[in-house]
Nanobody, 118 residues
Framework: QVQLEESGGGSVQAGGSLRLSCAAS????????MAWFRQAPGKEREFVAI????????NYADSVKGRFTISRDNAKNTVYLQMSSLKPEDTALYYC???????????WGQGTQVTVSS
């Protein structure tokens, strides 16, 4: 089992920045990739960004490219999401997720709320 705990959410004005953290514990060696997802009220959960545990390659949703940066510190078993130039449409509950060799995300955090006001 892998446990994930997000932190760093909050309220900011448009154009501001926030950094989210996701601390992993448990069988973290079994994870291949970690990702961030978000879910806005009344909308489906959507992919935001992913980072591979080995090599550190990343990928982003088009809506956040150039504004968000995902990074990791394997020694601390922590993944970060640096969010800049935030927009009101970035308002959502942000989740950290981890997966093994399959494409299915088996582990999820409880989420951290990000609210961006105009």
């Amino acid at each position: 089992q892998v446990q994930l705990e997000e932190s760093g959410g909050g309220s900011v004005q448009a154009g501001g920045s926030l950094r989210l953290s996701c601390a992993a514990s448990g069988r973290t060696f079994s994870t291949v990739a970690m990702a961030w997802f978000r879910q806005a009220p009344g909308k489906e959960r959507e992919f935001v960004a992913i980072i591979m545990r080995t090599g550190g390659s990343t990928n982003y949703a088009d809506s956040v490219k150039g504004r968000f940066t995902i990074s990791r510190d394997n020694a601390k078993n922590t993944v970060y999401l640096q969010m800049s130039s935030l927009k009101p449409e970035d308002t959502a509950l942000y989740y950290c997720a981890a997966r093994g060799v399959t494409a299915q995300y088996d582990y999820w955090g409880q989420g951290t709320q990000v609210t961006v006001s105009s």
